[in-house]
């Protein structure tokens, strides 16, 4: 589904080249759920800017679906950013006018296609998420858990090849950290959504299928879950350890 292939990215400041991605190379297969993990910067965030068109890189390929984004004029990159990726954003990124539904319909209302598929779409999802007691509420009037599983719930109404959450905890107390992965869990259950995380938290981390340690632009690990979260959860804490050495 997301094939990444020897990434190479480097900022210029000034007269000075920064190296930050140094040839990342992995593949997250059709309902994954995989996090990336390591210390600040490591190039998550670079990272992700490269996978969501954002920002260009240097050198490589990124293969999204079956298309390969590397020379994609601007039109055609945005047309992939609205279409084939979702997007969920720490800071929730709701629009304040809008209602929970109305927000949860932004991508469709974009391409000018709210029609009855997706508006019945846009209520299966409403529903998936538990969120029908606030549907027509609007983001001032709902917590942070509540925004955060309407984020979720508008990355997936296009049903995008993958959806690329941007530390989607990080303004979360535990209680709605977890109602959020748990969001993720249901759409990968219900929907074989494609998730990839960008996270500081281990916790969050421990809910994903796999996850890949980035050190100083390069992949330095990738661990797979085998056993329980927690355990999961411990071999982080002692990989992310291992890591700062």
């Given at each position: 589904m997301l094939y990444v292939k020897n990434l190479h990215k480097s900022y210029i400041v000034g007269n000075k080249e920064y190296p930050v991605l140094k040839g990342v190379s992995?593949?997250?297969?059709?309902?994954?759920?995989?996090?990336?993990m390591?210390?600040?910067?490591?190039?998550?965030?670079?990272?992700?800017?490269?996978?969501s068109c954002y920002i260009p890189f240097d050198k490589g390929e990124i293969t999204l679906?079956?298309?390969?984004?590397t020379n994609l004029s601007e039109t055609e990159l945005a047309k992939v950013r609205n279409e084939k990726l979702g997007f969920v954003f720490q800071d929730f990124m709701l629009l304040d006018?809008?209602?929970?539904?109305?927000?949860?319909?932004?991508?469709?209302?974009?391409?000018?296609?709210?029609?009855?598929?997706?508006?019945?779409?846009?209520?299966?999802?409403?529903a998936l998420f538990g969120i029908e007691h606030i549907r027509n509420k609007y983001p001032a009037e709902i917590s942070g858990g509540e925004k955060q599983r309407t984020a979720v719930a508008r990355s997936l109404i296009n049903d995008p090849y993958v959806i690329l959450a941007d530390e989607p905890t990080g303004n979360l107390d535990s209680k709605s950290s977890?109602?959020?992965?748990?969001?993720?869990?249901?759409?990968?259950?219900?929907?074989?959504?494609?998730?990839?995380?960008?996270?500081?938290d281990s916790f969050a981390a421990s809910f994903c299928d796999r996850v890949i340690l980035l050190k100083d632009g390069t992949v330095h690990r990738q661990l797979e879950k085998t056993g329980s979260r927690s355990d999961f959860q411990d071999q982080l804490l002692d990989a992310i350890k291992e890591m700062s050495e």
């Open positions: 992995f593949q997250i297969a059709k309902g994954e759920f995989v996090a990336v390591g210390p600040s910067g490591s190039g998550k965030s670079t990272l992700l800017n490269c996978i679906g079956g298309t390969q984004l006018g809008l209602t929970v539904r109305e927000n949860i319909l932004v991508p469709r209302i974009i391409q000018g296609k709210v029609d009855q598929e997706a508006e019945t779409f846009a209520d299966r999802l409403i977890r109602t959020v992965i748990d969001s993720f869990k249901h759409a990968k259950k219900q929907m074989n959504a494609t998730i990839f995380m960008v996270t500081h």
